[in-house]
T-cell receptor, first 112, second 117 residues
Framework: SQQGEEDPQALSIQEGENATMNCSYK?????LQWYRQNSGRGLVHLIL?????REKHSGRLRVTLDTSKKSSSLLITASRAADTASYFC????????????FGGGTRVLVKP | EAQVTQNPRYLITVTGKKLTVTCSQN?????MSWYRQDPGLGLRQIYY???????DKGDVPEGYKVSRKEKRNFPLILESPSPNQTSLYFC????????????????FGSGTRLTVV
C-alpha cells in the first residue's frame, strides 16, 4: 500500500526554473524522505526531514513538512537538465514499525 | 566505496526455472530489504531483514524466498518464477536507528531487470 502520494505525477520545466512537487500521506510519521531515480536505475537518497522539523535545505533542494496537513514539498531551485529524473517521497510511519513506504513518484523533465 | 551490489543487472528466464538474485552491502548495515517496482504500482516491499537470521514478509512476499546467513548478503530466491514476477527489483540497506529501519536513509542497489517468459 502506498502511504505517500506525490503530486503532480509529471512536471516539465525549462532549465533554470524551479520545480516543486508535493507529497501527502495518511498516518503519523517519524520522518519523511525524498529520493531521486534516474531512468531504470536505483534510488538515491536526497534528504530526510524528521517529524519535529518544518524545513530543511540541502544545496539546491528545499524540503518542507506540515504534519498538521500530513504533507511535504520538495523544491528544486535553478533546475538543470541533470535534474531530469523521478522523485519519490517515502514515509517512516510509527504504526508500521518505522518501515519506509514509497509513493508513486513525480517524473520531472528539465528541458535545456 | 559504500554501496549495495546486485547481480545480475538483467535476467531473462523461463517459467518455473529457479533463480537467485544476489545482494551484498559493504556498510555493515543491519537492515536489508527487497523491493519490486512496477509501472503504476510504485515500489512494493517483498521481504526485509533486521539482522542475521531475522527475516520477515513485506507487502508482496508470495512467490519469493530470502535468507540472511551473513550480515552483508541478502539473496532473493524465486523457486518457480512466473510471468507476473517480471519486474524491476531493488535491494536496499540501512542502519537500524532507535526508531527502526526508517530512521536513516536507505542505500539502494542499481536494480535487476527480470523478465520471465
Amino acid at each position: 500500500s502506498q502511504q505517500g502520494e506525490e503530486d503532480p505525477q509529471a512536471l516539465s520545466i525549462q532549465e533554470g526554473e524551479n520545480a516543486t512537487m508535493n507529497c501527502s500521506y495518511k498516518t503519523s510519521i517519524n520522518n519523511l524522505q525524498w529520493y531521486r531515480q534516474n531512468s531504470g536505475r536505483g534510488l538515491v537518497h536526497l534528504i530526510l526531514i524528521r517529524s519535529n522539523e518544518r524545513e530543511k535545505h540541502s544545496g539546491r533542494l528545499r524540503v518542507t513538512l506540515d504534519t498538521s496537513k500530513k504533507s511535504s514539498s520538495l523544491l528544486i531551485t535553478a533546475s538543470r537538465a541533470a535534474d531530469t529524473a523521478s522523485y519519490f517521497c517515502a514515509t517512516a510511519a510509527r504504526t508500521a514499525g518505522n518501515k519506509l513506504t514509497f509513493g508513486g513518484g513525480t517524473r520531472v523533465l528539465v528541458k535545456p | 566505496e559504500a554501496q549495495v551490489t546486485q547481480n545480475p543487472r538483467y535476467l531473462i528466464t523461463v517459467t518455473g526455472k529457479k533463480l537467485t538474485v544476489t545482494c551484498s552491502q559493504n556498510m555493515n548495515h543491519e537492515y536489508m530489504s527487497w523491493y519490486r517496482q512496477d509501472p503504476g504500482l510504485g515500489l512494493r516491499q517483498i521481504y526485509y531483514s533486521m539482522n542475521v537470521e531475522v527475516t520477515d514478509k513485506g507487502d508482496v512476499p508470495e512467490g519469493y524466498k530470502v535468507s540472511r546467513k551473513e550480515k552483508r548478503n541478502f539473496p532473493l530466491i524465486l523457486e518457480s518464477p512466473s510471468p507476473n514476477q517480471t519486474s524491476l527489483y531493488f535491494c536496499a540497506s540501512s542502519l537500524l536507528g532507535r526508531g527502526g529501519a526508517g530512521a536513516y536513509g536507505y542505500t539502494f542497489g542499481s536494480g535487476t531487470r527480470l523478465t520471465v517468459v
